[in-house]
């Protein structure tokens, strides 16, 4: 079994984190489920849920899963009342994301939960550190979610330099156990994964979108650069990122007309909120990272957790084979 330190910290079996996909879907917490029992750790996305439901999401979680699995919070925007309700829910990981940790370290370590960072230069990897995160997500612009423009293979390396011996996670143009591999030559201890767990089982999104993520290259996902005219900006301490999503009318539109979608921000934001009232923003913006290109099927998350270890330690095994000593 491939394991590395940062499971001790995370309480898990195997390096591997499922990205929390928070977004204007129906949430399952079967998949944070799957992928907890399989060794790794699920993560519970709070994004545009109220305290009431992020509450009934850990209790339908723990009914499922006895394992430990992460609640994700962000400063994109960032609820006070909804940390509360998290912090009241002690659970074993809090990750945090989009912005500068600040004075909640303090509150999640007295709450007995380990602090996850995700950092997208190392600059904001330093202040992390200094913070007292516990662990540190170094994210590239190849991931779907918001990101920043620095790739995955540059980044990690740097973090890892800059913040040892605090464990780092790579996160960003990950799929396989090849990545996972790579990861771990770049010097991180594990991998947080997203959009290949937007293609599984049990992922709650559209079967459209999954098929579409299966279907795509990677030069299909690009930065939705209007970004700022469609959704909520970051609040107070926020980062600056752009999340990637698969080509659609609306995104190449409005990519290609950047002056007239600050025009029509107004109309733009109106139109989102319609889609995800109604379901169907995946139809206009389904945020999808490079590794689409990497992805051919739909899987169970277990059985894509333990394809991932199995890749990983044969990548691994191949690669110390190339390694010949001389006499």
């Known amino acids: 079994m491939l394991r590395t330190p940062v499971c001790g910290v995370l309480g898990i079996d195997v390096p591997i984190v499922q990205g929390p996909l928070g977004g204007p879907w129906r949430q399952s917490m079967e998949l944070a489920a799957a992928v907890s029992d399989a060794g790794a750790l699920g993560s519970v996305p709070t994004t545009l849920r109220t305290p009431a ?27 006070p009342e909804i940390f509360d309700a998290v912090i009241a829910l002690a659970p074993r990981v809090f990750s945090f994301a989009l912005g500068e940790p600040g004075d909640l370290v ?5 709450a007995g939960a380990v602090f996850l960072q995700q950092v997208t230069t190392v600059e904001q990897a330093l202040r992390a550190a200094e913070a007292g995160v516990d662990v540190i997500s170094a994210q590239g612009t190849e991931s779907g ?9 540059a980044l990690v390396p740097q973090v890892v330099d800059a913040v040892r011996p605090l464990p780092v996670l790579a996160s960003g143009g990950v799929a396989d156990g090849r990545g996972l591999a790579a990861a771990l030559a770049l010097g991180a201890q594990g991998v947080n994964i997203g959009t290949r767990f937007l293609a599984s089982a049990e992922c709650a999104i559209p079967d459209e979108w999954k098929a579409d993520i299966v279907s795509a290259a990677s030069q299909d996902a690009v930065k939705v650069q209007f970004v700022e005219h469609v959704l909520p900006g970051p609040t107070e301490g926020g980062y600056e990122t752009v999340p990637r999503s698969l080509r659609t009318r609306f995104v190449e539109e409005w990519n290609s007309r950047p002056e007239a979608a600050a025009a029509s921000a107004e109309a733009l934001r109106n139109q989102m909120m319609t889609a995800m009232r109604d379901g169907t923003a995946y139809e206009l913006i389904p945020l999808t990272g490079q590794t689409a290109g990497l992805i051919h099927d739909v899987a169970p998350a277990a059985d894509l957790v333990h394809r991932l270890v199995a890749e990983a330690e044969t990548a691994l095994r191949d690669l110390a084979g190339l390694v010949r000593t001389t006499e």
């Open 145 to 153: 979610g918001f990101s920043g423009q620095v790739s995955t293979m």
């Open 106 to 110: 303090a509150r999640v370590h007295d």
């Open 53 to 79: 439901q992020v509450r009934e999401d850990v209790a339908r979680l723990r009914d499922l899963t006895d394992r430990p699995f992460a609640v994700n919070m962000t400063r994109r925007p960032f609820d």
